[in-house]
């Protein structure tokens, strides 16, 4: 059987994020399996039109808009020829296979955008998108959507009209329990980490405000910012305009290996975001034996134990008393390492990437 993907990055992307982790880390095990595997994705500059990642057969052409076009051209061109089942990857606007392709299309919902739109492409840009989201069920008929969490499936149904009536089935992302493990120290400082993209979103504003009342209790207290992102300038000018150079640290990129080691040796991990697909890094984080502190959202309230890996807040109060708590008291602490631990055991790639392909297999069957 042939799986052909539809994404708007891939791996490879400077800009790839969990949606692109999570698609790889399953097709790489489809082509171990012995199914193959290709992805159409967007063409980023100095990239090569056609690669091989992992044995994915990875075919890239178009820009950040220009990708959906490209995509249909592609497809009743060339990639149709030999293609069983699409899995169809909706990042806020869908690649509407169901409009153009014959054969069983999978969507694959990662999160309901809503709002988010308005605040990452302003009021116009940003009603369009919205518009788009909300409306695409009635305009592409999926054979079945996947979705990351409980919480998509919901947002679906809440706010995309005629969601209701599509066939959603809820498949959590794993993570690679032999690489996230525990450590076995952590930073001498108190220290709370951030890593993932520098968003607008992501709203690391709240994260930030919430360091004075930190270190009122905990003096030494330290944050470190992780990871890059096109409202990262914004973060470094409110720390500078605020002056808190002293104790926030920004670390841009780091490698696998380097956030391996940051997540090991955190005191805990901070998600201020407005919402989320998914947690994969709190995931990873509790894997690693640190724990979670987020605001109750959708994806992380599902991605978190409240109490038993972390700490849901359900507003800037609570968040910040959270992180408080968690670096002031060291039985609570290592209480919570032990619960995160426990937690992470229950996600795991192979489990993802196995109930996924039964449902690409049972659609192709169909």
Same mark, same amino acid.
């Given at each position: 059987?042939?799986?052909?993907?539809?994404?708007?990055?891939?791996?490879?992307?400077?800009?790839?994020?969990?949606?692109?982790?999570?698609?790889?880390?399953?097709?790489?095990?489809?082509?171990?399996?012995?199914?193959?595997?290709?992805?159409?994705?967007?063409?980023?500059?100095?990239?090569?039109?056609?690669?091989?990642?992992?044995?994915?057969?990875?075919?890239?052409?178009?820009?950040?808009?220009?990708?959906?076009?490209?995509?249909?051209?592609?497809?009743?061109?060339?990639?149709?020829?030999?293609?069983?089942?699409?899995?169809?990857?909706?990042?806020?606007?869908?690649?509407?296979?169901?409009?153009?392709?014959?054969?069983?299309?999978?969507?694959?919902?990662?999160?309901?955008?809503?709002?988010?739109?308005?605040?990452? /492409? +302003?009021?116009?840009?940003?009603?369009? &998108?919205?518009?788009? !989201?909300?409306?695409?069920?009635? #305009?592409? *008929?999926?054979?079945?959507?996947?979705?990351?969490?409980?919480?998509?499936?919901?947002?679906?149904?809440?706010?995309?009209?005629?969601?209701?009536?599509?066939?959603?089935?809820?498949?959590?992302?794993?993570?690679?329990?032999?690489?996230?493990?525990?450590?076995?120290?952590?930073?001498?400082?108190?220290?709370?980490?951030?890593?993932?993209?520098?968003?607008?979103?992501?709203?690391?504003?709240?994260?930030?405000?919430?360091?004075?009342?930190?270190?009122?209790?905990?003096?030494?207290?330290?944050?470190?910012?992780?990871?890059?992102?096109?409202?990262?300038?914004?973060?470094?000018?409110?720390?500078?305009?605020?002056? /808190? +150079?002293?104790?926030?640290?920004?670390? &841009?990129?780091?490698? !696998?290996?380097?956030?391996?080691? #940051?997540? *090991?040796?955190?005191?805990?991990?901070?998600?201020?975001?407005?919402?989320?697909?998914?947690?994969?890094?709190?995931?990873?984080?509790?894997?690693?034996?640190?724990?979670?502190?987020?605001?109750?959202?959708?994806?992380?309230?599902?991605?978190?134990?409240?109490?038993?890996?972390?700490?849901?807040?359900?507003?800037?109060?609570?968040?910040?008393?959270?992180?408080?708590?968690?670096?002031?008291?060291?039985?609570?602490?290592?209480?919570?390492?032990?619960?995160?631990?426990?937690?992470?055991?229950?996600?795991?790639?192979?489990?993802?990437?196995?109930?996924?392909?039964?449902?690409?297999?049972?659609?192709?069957?169909?």
């Amino acid at each position: 059987m042939k799986i052909l993907i539809f994404n708007w990055r891939d791996i490879k992307h400077p800009n790839a994020g969990g949606a692109e982790i999570g698609l790889h880390e399953q097709a790489k095990r489809w082509v171990n399996w012995g199914y193959r595997v290709g992805l159409f994705t967007s063409r980023p500059k100095g990239s090569p039109a056609y690669d091989v990642i992992d044995g994915v057969e990875v075919y890239r052409a178009g820009g950040f808009y220009s990708v959906y076009a490209r995509a249909a051209t592609a497809y009743l061109s060339s990639l149709r020829r030999d293609t069983d089942v699409i899995l169809d990857s909706i990042n806020g606007i869908p690649f509407f296979t169901p409009a153009y392709a014959s054969k069983p299309s999978v969507g694959l919902m990662h999160h309901v955008h809503s709002d988010q739109f308005l605040v990452e /492409m +302003g009021p116009l840009l940003g009603h369009i &998108g919205r518009t788009v !989201e909300r409306c695409f069920p009635l #305009l592409a *008929r999926y054979d079945t959507v996947i979705c990351i969490s409980q919480s998509t499936a919901d947002d679906m149904r809440k706010y995309l009209i005629n969601a209701e009536r599509l066939p959603l089935k809820v498949v959590y992302y794993g993570i690679d329990k032999s690489f996230y493990t525990p450590g076995e120290e952590k930073f001498e400082r108190p220290t709370i980490i951030y890593l993932g993209r520098v968003k607008r979103y992501k709203r690391l504003e709240r994260l930030i405000s919430a360091m004075p009342a930190i270190r009122r209790e905990v003096p030494d207290a330290e944050l470190i910012i992780a990871g890059t992102g096109d409202y990262l300038e914004n973060i470094e000018a409110m720390v500078e305009e605020k002056h /808190m +150079g002293e104790f926030i640290r920004f670390l &841009g990129y780091v490698s !696998e290996e380097e956030k391996l080691d #940051l997540l *090991r040796k955190a005191w805990v991990l901070a998600m201020p975001s407005m919402n989320e697909g998914w947690g994969m890094n709190v995931i990873e984080a509790n894997a690693c034996g640190t724990p979670c502190v987020a605001f109750r959202v959708p994806g992380l309230k599902e991605s978190i134990s409240h109490g038993g890996s972390g700490f849901l807040a359900d507003d800037q109060g609570q968040f910040t008393d959270y992180l408080i708590k968690i670096i002031k008291e060291p039985s609570l602490r290592n209480s919570l390492s032990g619960g995160a631990v426990d937690w992470a055991s229950r996600f795991d790639w192979d489990k993802t990437a196995r109930q996924t392909l039964d449902i690409l297999e049972s659609v192709a069957r169909a």
